[in-house]
């Protein structure tokens, strides 16, 4: 009776450790998984743009400190919220943003979006690059998408800036009333004003990238003579100058460095 007293209690024993174990086991487990979600959250903020996932239903599932910047709110708050959500979008805005996570959820592949303008929080617009890429689930499923925003604002308005200093400057070179250009270490002309290629019966475009021996004999001394004043002036980094030059017409062309060495 003793022995089999002893073998039941052993049995019980067995049974309190085997669950033992697999409680801590669980507890690991779940705290293992709490710390996978405290690093996930940490890269996810880590991000310096918006950064997001959303649901086969278009809802916002994780959202990153740069989403609730972009749109001046806790993250928390855009949780289970979809694109209709936000007021500051027209309908217009709302049907394109709509359609993009469609067009991702209908055919699992990314999807870049160039050039979208949208509202921030604020109220302010900002041109967006917006990448959307599909969310694959253990089991192979899709589950959602995640969404990356690039906020190019400041980029596009430098770049139109660029082109507004570059069409200005090209406005005053043509003004010029002699002939102008610009050429680099090589002797290839980089900028051609439209006196220069008036005289030479030719567009600016189709000088840009040529040398001078392309439009005169490369053993004709003219050209011999200005390869050597434009490798004193890179030489020097002075001003450079022939009292006369029998070119296409009489004058007596200037060399100097360009105002940025």
């Known amino acids: 009776a003793e022995q089999a007293t002893d073998t039941a209690l052993t049995a019980v024993l067995d049974q309190v ?25 940490t890269v996810f903020d880590s991000i310096p743009f918006p950064l997001f996932v959303k649901d086969l239903e278009g809802r916002y599932t994780m959202a990153n400190k740069g989403l609730a910047a972009f ?20 309908p217009e805005q709302r049907r394109l943003i709509r359609e993009a996570d469609q067009q991702v959820f209908a055919t699992g592949k990314p999807l870049l979006l160039s050039t979208v303008r949208l ?12 990448h959307k890429i599909p969310l694959w689930g253990s089991s192979g499923k899709l589950v959602g998408l995640v969404g990356l925003t690039e906020d190019i604002t400041d980029k596009v308005q430098a770049e139109q800036e660029l082109r507004n200093q570059e069409a200005l400057l090209r406005t005053v070179f043509d003004t010029i009333p002699f002939p102008l250009f610009v050429k680099d270490p090589e002797g290839r002309f980089t900028v051609v004003n439209k006196v220069l290629a008036d005289l030479w019966d030719r567009t600016p475009e189709q000088l840009i990238g040529a040398k001078l021996q392309e439009y005169w004999a490369y053993n004709d001394p003219r ?20 009292p006369r030059f029998e070119g296409p017409r009489h004058g007596g062309p200037r060399l100097g460095p360009p105002p940025c060495r």
């Open 119 to 130: 509202p921030r929080g604020d109220g302010e617009d900002a041109t967006l690059r917006m």
């Open 223 to 242: 050209v011999r003579e200005v390869e050597n004043l434009e490798r004193r002036v890179l030489e020097t980094g002075t001003v450079q100058e022939l």
């Open 71 to 90: 749109w001046n709110r806790p993250a928390e708050d855009l949780l289970g919220r979809t694109i209709e959500d936000h007021e500051h979008y027209s």
């Open 17 to 41: 450790v085997s669950h033992l174990l697999q409680l801590v086991r669980r507890k690991q487990a779940e705290q293992d998984l709490r710390d996978k979600e405290a690093l996930l959250r």
